[in-house]
């Protein structure tokens, strides 16, 4: 099925009635032509038609249409930071015990790097700053992510935006932490980070819904001769018109004081 905008399709109608007149127009001209070298003729009107309405009943089949989707990040910012620094916790309980250190699971509600005041409060970049300021530790970097994904446009793919900060808080967490070293060693091919990152961006994916859609186009099969069978009543709408013909003329007017020559339209 053949699809193009319902603009295209009525304004390519519209132009084709233009181009009709003027071809009857341009016929007409060579007509009086003619007609004046005619020794008979020439004592004649030249013949021109004028419809000065035209109703128009247009059969459009919908084949579909383009829709432009608005979507929002709805995690609260409570919960997404409960939620990275449980990532961050577990890769901490991981390289510890991996360490030989016995220890207790870390209560995230506990987490030193936690600025809760601080991210609960604003989301938007402090005064003098941007939202693409790096960074001076974990906090900061988790709430960098957090109002990237409250503004970003592109939450349909938040790939990158959400492996780059992650990887951000990663690094100042370990160095906050002192675990450079023992993540080095206990996950040389980044393991951990990967492993956290997957469950991070399905976490997310899963916070973004859809907030507003609006119809960008609507598009219709400009084979009207499929509406006979290839669609029904609910799948097929009729455009009625009544044009009015109107003509215009563009003269030239020249200004008698200061000599300077304009275009003005004028209707018939």
Avoid: C
Avoid at 20 to 29: G, L, T
Avoid at 93 to 106: F, Q
């Amino acid at each position: 099925m053949s699809e193009i905008t319902l603009s295209d399709y009525t304004g390519y109608i519209f132009r084709e009635l233009i181009k009709a007149r003027q071809m009857s127009d341009e016929y007409a001209r060579q007509v009086a032509l003619a007609y004046a070298q005619d020794p008979v003729l020439q004592h004649f009107t030249t013949p021109r038609f004028k419809i000065p309405k035209m109703e128009l009943t247009i059969p459009v089949l919908i084949a579909g249409a383009r829709y432009t989707s608005t979507l929002k990040f709805t995690m609260p910012v409570r919960t997404f930071v409960d939620f990275i620094g449980g990532k961050l916790s577990s890769i901490e309980y991981t390289l510890r015990a991996a360490g030989g250190r016995i220890l207790v699971k870390p209560d995230l509600i506990k987490l030193e790097f936690l600025n809760r005041k601080s991210l609960h409060t604003s989301t938007s970049a402090p005064a003098g700053t941007s939202s693409r300021d790096t960074p001076q530790n974990s906090g900061e970097a988790i709430k960098l992510l957090y109002e990237a994904l409250l503004t970003s446009n592109d939450l349909g793919h938040p790939e990158g935006m959400v492996s780059f900060g992650w990887g951000t808080i990663l690094q100042l967490w370990l160095s906050e932490r002192k675990l450079v070293e023992q993540y080095q060693k206990y996950s040389p091919n980044n393991e951990l980070s990967k492993q956290a990152y997957t469950e991070i961006l399905a976490g997310i994916k899963g916070a973004v819904v859809v907030d507003k859609v609006g119809i960008d186009n609507l598009l219709v099969d400009p084979e009207t001769n499929l509406i006979k069978n290839g669609s029904d009543a609910t799948s097929v709408f009729t455009i009625k018109a009544e044009l009015v013909e109107e003509g215009f003329f563009v003269r030239s007017v020249r200004d008698d004081t200061t000599g300077e020559v304009t275009q003005v339209v004028e209707f018939e």
